[in-house]
Each structure stands twice: as structure tokens, then as C-alpha cells.
């Protein structure tokens, strides 16, 4: 089996876990939701113009069950997270929303296409889950608010659920025109939810930031994750997308000067150990998830 599915699964939640550190660069008090709606919208759009231009979308015969599904999933991952952190903190939610996506996945591929989990997917996704965990255990403050925990399922829950929409959508679409039409309706789901607009993204602090959330953060990362999650199971990408903390993390240490301690350091080792596990493992098993 080609290593090339995983390694486009891989760079895709590498760019993802630019998005913290790119963020930073934005003025401060703008509402997440209008960078979610914004980001979504640069994104979509560029490429659905693009798209149009090329012919590639057929609106007649366009499947439009799963990539309504994938854009009200996502958007909605989108709202639940952001709005989990607020209860919970960065730590905390990222890890119950990041961990939990990949048990969710695994559950309803199970449910809904009857395919089971391998044991390798078994083995490197609980890897992957603690290293995760010992990743963000002492990193912020941490406040375990019911709520926001479980706002942070629901946001595991719909990211899986989008993963395995999407899986649908490019079975029937290319991956270009699949990315375009599901950001673009997402950024109309969110942006009468973003109380900013979308006017502070001409100003010359924001702007450069925001092009590169909107067309390397999210048009090439969600062109390269669904382009291997064609050739690979929904719980194993999920399980893959979590080098999106891993790189938010060292990018972090690196870049902004943060510390981590010797516990997140040996949940970089397990997630990276859980990565390896799941790729080399996937490759020799044709089932790979």
C-alpha cells in the first residue's frame, strides 16, 4: 500500500497547526468565529471561482446530500470548539476535542459502513490519545467545566462525522471542486454567526495572516486530507490529524518561546510513536484503518 495517502493526511494537519501560532499575528478581540467564517471563505470561494472557470462542477448532477453534510459538520465543529475553549481553556478542549475525534470515527465507521477498526488503528490511536493528554497536562490554565467538556465531544463528534461525509462526497466528486463547494457553503453558514464580518481583514495586520489561513491552512490542507482520505479509512485520517497539536505545540516551543515540560515531551514521542505506528502499520495492512 502507498505511504503517499498518509503523508498527504500528515502535511494537511501540519498546516492545520499553523493556524494557533498564524493567529497570534491577528489584532487582538476579533471573534473566532468570524476568523472560522473568514479563513472558510478565502478558502472556498478562490477555489469555487477557480473551479467555475475550469468547468469542473456540474450543479445538476453535484452531490449535494454529502457536501451539504460536510459543510454543516464542519461548520459546526467549527462553533462547538471555539466555543468549548471559552469553558475549558486551550488545553483542555483542544485534547477532549482532538482526542475523542478519532474514537468517533472509529465508531461510526463501524456503525453506519460496517468496517471495524484494525488492531493497528487500535494500537497507534490510544498511543496517540495519551500522548496527547501528557502533551497538554500542565500547559495553560486548565478548568474542567461540564459544559465546555461536553461542547468538546460534540465538536470531536462533528469533525469524525465530516471526515466520513467527505469520504462519500470524494467517492462521487473530484477533491478540488469538493473542498470548494463545502468551504464556501460553510463560510455562509458561519459568517451571520461572526459578529465582526469580515471587513477587518483588509487591514494591513490582518490581512497577510488571514490569506494564508484561507488558502494554505485550509484550501491546500483540506485538498491534500481529502486526497488521502481517498485511499485510506476515516478513523485512521482522523487519527493522523492529530500532528495538528503536535506541530501547534513544537511550533510553539520553536517559534513563540514556549516551554514544555518532560511529560509533554514524552506525549511527543507517543503521538509521534502513534503517527509511525499507524502509517508503517496501515501500509503492510490493505484494511488500513
Do not use: H
Not at 135 to 157: M, Q
Not at 228 to 242: D, R, Y
Amino acid at each position: 500500500m502507498n505511504l503517499l495517502p498518509y503523508a498527504f493526511v500528515l502535511f494537511a494537519a501540519i498546516l492545520w497547526g499553523t493556524t494557533g501560532t498564524i493567529q497570534t499575528f491577528l489584532e487582538e478581540g476579533i471573534s473566532p468565529i468570524a476568523v472560522a467564517a473568514t479563513r472558510s471563505l478565502i478558502g472556498g470561494g478562490v477555489l469555487l471561482i477557480a473551479v467555475l472557470a475550469m468547468r469542473k462542477i456540474s450543479f445538476k448532477t453535484w452531490s449535494w446530500k454529502w457536501t451539504i453534510l460536510a459543510a454543516i459538520t464542519i461548520a459546526l465543529f467549527q462553533c462547538f470548539f471555539f466555543t468549548s475553549i471559552r469553558f475549558t481553556g486551550v488545553a483542555v478542549g483542544t485534547v477532549v476535542t482532538i482526542g475523542s475525534s478519532p474514537v468517533f470515527s472509529g465508531i461510526i465507521e463501524w456503525l453506519f459502513w460496517k468496517r471495524k477498526p484494525s488492531k493497528v488503528w487500535g494500537i497507534a490511536t490510544s498511543l496517540a490519545i495519551v500522548g496527547c493528554i501528557l502533551l497538554f497536562v500542565n500547559k495553560g490554565e486548565a478548568t474542567v467545566d461540564p459544559f465546555g467538556i461536553l461542547l468538546a465531544l460534540c465538536a470531536g463528534i462533528m469533525f469524525a462525522l465530516y471526515t466520513n461525509c467527505s469520504k462519500q462526497l470524494t467517492e462521487n466528486e473530484d477533491t478540488l471542486p469538493a473542498v470548494a463547494m463545502t468551504f464556501t457553503l460553510c463560510a455562509i453558514l458561519l459568517l451571520p454567526f461572526s459578529q465582526d464580518g469580515v471587513t477587518w481583514v483588509f487591514t494591513e495586520q490582518n490581512l497577510l495572516p488571514m490569506l494564508f489561513m484561507g488558502f494554505a491552512a485550509t484550501s491546500l490542507a483540506y485538498i491534500f486530507y481529502l486526497g488521502g482520505l481517498e485511499k485510506i479509512s476515516s478513523s485512521s485520517a482522523v487519527t493522523l490529524s492529530l500532528a495538528e497539536p503536535l506541530t501547534a505545540s513544537l511550533l510553539g516551543v520553536f517559534l513563540v518561546g514556549e516551554f514544555l515540560s518532560p511529560t509533554s515531551w514524552i506525549g511527543v514521542a507517543m503521538l509521534l510513536g502513534g503517527i509511525v505506528v499507524l502509517t508503517l502499520g496501515g501500509r503492510r495492512n490493505a484494511v488500513g484503518g
